[in-house]
C-alpha cells in the first residue's frame, strides 16, 4: 500500500496488542475447518500449518482442537463413502485408489489399512 515504514510497524504492533493477528488462534480456527468441512487428517493439517511457518507449539494446539471422536467418526464415514463409491472391479486397483485417496487427506496408515481390512471383510464397525 506503499505506506512509510513506521506506520507500517505503529499498524502491526496495534494488530498484535489488540490481538488481531493471533498465530496461535488462526493455526486453532485452521484444523477445525479443514477437519469438518473438507476432511483432512492430522498428517495433512500439520503439513499446511508447517507451510504456513507456524510454530509447533501452535501446531500441537491446533490438532487439539479436533476430538478423539470426531476424528473416528469422520475417518470411518469417509471411508467407508470413499469405499462404496469406487466402481472399479479390479481389487487391486479398488485399493490403491482408496489408499491414495485417504493418504491425500492426510490420514495416518495404520488407520487406513486397518479400515481396508474391515471393508475388504465386509465388516463395518461401528466406532
Known amino acids: 500500500m506503499n505506506m ?10 496495534h494488530l498484535i496488542t489488540h490481538n488481531f493477528l493471533n498465530e496461535e488462534r488462526f493455526a486453532r480456527s485452521f484444523a477445525r475447518g479443514k477437519h469438518r468441512f473438507k476432511k483432512w487428517g492430522r498428517f495433512r493439517i500439520e503439513s499446511e500449518l508447517k507451510s504456513r511457518h507456524i510454530s509447533s507449539y501452535n501446531i500441537t494446539k491446533a490438532l487439539q482442537e479436533i476430538p478423539k471422536e470426531v476424528y473416528w467418526t469422520t475417518f470411518h464415514e469417509l471411508a467407508e463413502k470413499h469405499w462404496e463409491s469406487i466402481k472399479i472391479q479390479n481389487l487391486q486397483q479398488k485399493r490403491k485408489k482408496f489408499c491414495d485417496f485417504l493418504l491425500r487427506k492426510g490420514y495416518e496408515t495404520s488407520l487406513i489399512f486397518e479400515k481396508l481390512n474391515d471393508l475388504e471383510k465386509g465388516i463395518t464397525s461401528e466406532w
Open 4 to 13: 512509510i515504514p513506521q506506520a507500517i510497524d505503529l499498524i502491526v504492533v
